[in-house]
């Protein structure tokens, strides 16, 4: 089946203008996490949602980043009034439920990711 | 709160000869621990995972790693290494006592094989 699919691939925008990015999960995965990977940096947390619901958002970095996932599958993060320093490669996850970890992980599948560039 | 160090940020090995990656991690619950490999151009992929089981993992690829919860490590090894084992290595740690789902990586280690 397919994996996780983000788009664009990569995006290349100018300081100061609004960003969406693409995730679309595992189908059936209840659970989706967006991370950020700057150069030469492991992932970072922004954001997991439980179906439609935000469970944890407090890894965004400041209220510019904004992620909706409306219908419980497909989901949006958006960036406003980008800024050079959110350039990075967005990473996209799905796993087939959260749950408190170690009772029962859930292993997250992670996208391809999108690479965006401000300039 | 819960990290991961990751020792070497650059690794070089012979093929044929043995890995080692080094993670040491810090958690205020226990946790749970895995490793990560990302190839370029391609998504993370899940090598191993310790989730309070057996200390000894074992992973994909002819990987696995050790949890020592006295050194609060988590080494990653392999006995033969192979040129398609070229890539970045993360470990990652989350605590399985409740808490966020984010995964918590570490900077990561670029695993280099030369022929």
């Known amino acids: 089946g397919a994996g996780v699919s983000q788009t664009p691939s990569n995006k290349v925008t100018e300081k100061g203008k609004y960003v969406e990015l693409r995730c679309d999960p595992i189908?059936?995965?209840?659970?989706l996490y967006w991370y950020r990977q700057s150069l030469g940096q492991g992932p970072e947390f922004l954001i997991y949602?439980?179906?439609?619901?935000?469970?944890?958002d407090s890894g965004l970095p400041n209220d510019r980043f904004f992620a909706v996932r409306p219908e419980g599958s497909v989901s949006t993060l958006k960036i406003q009034r980008t800024e050079r320093g959110d350039s990075a490669v967005y990473l996209c996850?799905?796993?087939?439920?959260?749950?408190?970890?170690?009772?029962?992980?859930?292993?997250?599948?992670f996208g391809p990711g999108t690479r965006l560039t401000v300039l | 709160a819960q990290s991961v160090t990751q020792l070497d940020s650059h690794v070089s090995v012979s093929e044929g000869t043995p890995v080692l990656l080094r993670c040491n991690y810090s958690?205020?619950?226990?946790?749970?621990l895995f490793w990560y490999v990302q190839h370029p151009n391609k998504g993370l992929q899940l090598l191993l995972k310790?989730?309070?089981?057996?200390?000894l993992v074992k992973g994909i690829n002819g990987f696995e790693a050790e949890f020592k919860k006295s050194e609060t490590s988590f080494h990653l090894t392999k006995p033969s290494a192979h040129m398609s084992d070229a890539a970045e290595y993360f470990c990652?740690?989350?605590?399985?006592?409740?808490?966020?789902?984010?995964?918590?990586f570490g900077k990561g280690t670029h695993l280099i094989i030369q022929p």
């Open positions: 996850a799905s796993s087939q439920g959260g749950g408190l970890a170690g009772i029962s992980y859930n292993e997250q599948f």
């Open positions: 189908s059936g995965h209840t659970a």
């Open positions: 949602f439980q179906g439609t619901g935000a469970a944890d």
């Open positions: 958690s205020s619950y226990s946790p749970s």
């Open positions: 310790y989730t309070s089981a057996a200390t």
């Open positions: 990652v740690v989350t605590p399985s006592g409740g808490g966020a789902d984010g995964l918590t």
